[in-house]
């Protein structure tokens, strides 16, 4: 595959083609719905000369990139913009009712981290804006600037993960700051962050926890994760298989915790002799624990280092409310 400046290269590309394409039954029909820079896509398409792909983003830039990257496979690709918690609405678009393989690779991409003005990394100065969709109205700006200290404290708690002590002393000190000037940088925010978080131990950058939080709610990643996994199960074909790519413990543990629900072979509480529930499982686990980069891809791709891969295979055709 070709490189270039402007590209995405796929993490875990092999193990997450293999694994996606090795459930029971024939893959026809696949739905990635981060379709990037189209790399995952690529390999998936060129593996199965017969398939079809619904590729979604919510990002035009990607959208238009993937579009270049996946013109060999001509009117077998059909790209969407949206959201993938609308899998379902857009398969339906197209006439899909069922589809045989689905791939999550959530997260940003190298070139929506690496232009400034996307503002999603305090590592280069840039507007703060944070959009994935640059036509949605919240961006990190609006965030700080607006947000009371009381749910700014909440969001770098739950979203950043920072202990609750961090996060009341950097929402105060936000809240301080744009009272003098609103903030319009991420290097206005990053300086404050290393100011206010600056005599922690920490073995991350100040800033990092404030921007994963920041990132979370400016693009509703988790609401958008949970909705997908939900939607995700009733569309797969029986022998199908759903493949999540996650790059923090709080989606990893979303997507962990799914797939175990799924899984249950019985929901009845505790200490009743007999299963009087009825429930069936509707996954089969496929990844026992998550599959991870190995050390030869982590030196072509150290971006790698955080991906967690977790596969999980359709087993019933019969519907029911997950
Ligand atoms: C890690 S990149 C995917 C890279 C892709 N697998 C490739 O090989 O080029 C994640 C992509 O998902 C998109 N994305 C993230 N959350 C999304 C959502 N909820 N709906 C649609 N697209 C989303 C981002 O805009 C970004 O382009």
Redesign the pocket.
Known sequence: MTETAYS?V??LPHQTVDLLLGGSAPVRRII??????????ALLLERLPEAELLG????DE?LAR?GERLAFAGSRVHLRK????ELIEFAAGLGWDSVDAI?L?????SP?IDDPKRGFSFRHDGPLDMR?DRSSERSASRIVNRYDAASLQRIFREYGEMENRDARKLAEAVVAAREKQAFSTTGELAELCEQVLRTRNRSLPAPTLCFQALRIEV?G?LE??KQ?LRSAVPLLNPGGRLCV?SFHSLEDRIVKNFFREMAETCKCPPGIPVCVCGWKPVLKIVTKHPVTADAEELGNNPRAACAKLRAAEKLTTEGREV
């Open positions: 995405h796929p993490v990635d719905g981060t379709v990037g820079c189209g790399g995952h896509s979604i983003d919510r990002d990607a993937a949206g959201c993938f918690s791939l690779d959530i997260g940003v991409s929506q994935m693009n990643e958008e994760l997908a790519i």
